[in-house]
């Protein structure tokens, strides 16, 4: 956000969503063989996911996303974590003081991982416009094909390890909790740090159309029997490729 490449954030952002509501969950649902998803409030994450991830799309309607705006999304993430909170609480026994130590040495960790995400992210952007001025397209769509596809990977991984063990809730569970988190404190920080404003509102808007559509996807989940089939998984990633598609052809009209 602080480069000017803020269509960008929200490029990767978006496009992560998409890609993990379709491909990462679609190949779950493939390699599980439609093992059962039942997990621990995961209707009510569901539900909760869903209206999170479609906030952001609504402040985007006047092609901005204030600092205010940023704001009530990372207040949402924080609301978030306090439902984890709680869930882990009730579950959550003694804590011993090893656990403890372990607790602060991943504390550690998390910060130094933190400080080469910061340098790497700046990287990362740079090269993205790099690439983009060097072939003459939008960053947008380097973000949407390339970055957020990037981003995706852990959650690729992840899910394609829950499916062969015949646990898709865990892939599933994942898959949210990302979205979640890109919707809210990703886009929430970019655009509390600077306004995010749309300069190329085309491929933004063929993103945001997706994630709708995935996002429904998710929610018509919610109220069924949370089972995911192997036909359901073979939808997913055919919308995956469609959205794929869409993204090229978008870019030809730009």
Do not use: C, W
């Amino acid at each position: 956000a602080y480069q000017g490449a803020g269509d960008l954030g929200l490029a990767v952002a978006l496009g992560a969503n998409v890609i993990n509501a379709t491909l990462v969950i679609g190949l779950a649902a493939f390699l599980s063989l439609g093992s059962s998803t039942s997990r621990l409030n995961l209707r009510r994450d569901i539900l909760f996911g869903a209206a999170i991830i479609i906030l952001p799309l609504l402040f985007l309607i006047d092609g901005t996303i204030s600092s205010l705006e940023g704001t009530i999304l990372l207040a949402a993430f924080v609301y978030y974590l306090v439902l984890l909170y709680r869930d882990s609480h009730k579950q959550q026994k003694q804590l011993h003081l090893s656990q403890l130590g372990q607790g602060f040495l991943s504390i550690a960790a998390v910060s130094v991982l933190l400080v080469i995400l910061i340098y790497s992210a700046n990287y990362t952007v740079s090269s993205a416009v790099s690439i983009a001025e060097m072939f003459n397209v939008p960053s947008v769509l380097i973000g949407v094909l390339l970055i957020a596809l990037g981003t995706s990977l852990p959650e690729l991984t992840i899910a394609v390890q829950a499916a062969l063990k015949r646990k898709p809730g865990l892939a599933l569970g994942n898959v949210i909790g990302s979205n979640i988190a890109n919707s809210t404190l990703i886009i929430g920080v970019a655009s509390f740090v600077q306004p995010l404003v749309i300069k190329t509102p085309l491929p933004l808007i063929t993103t945001a159309a997706f994630v709708l559509i995935s996002t429904a996807l998710l929610g018509v989940f919610a109220v069924s029997r949370q089972r995911l089939s192997t036909r359901e998984g073979v939808a997913l990633i055919a919308l995956f490729l469609l959205f794929l598609l869409a993204t090229l052809i978008t870019s030809l009209l730009i």
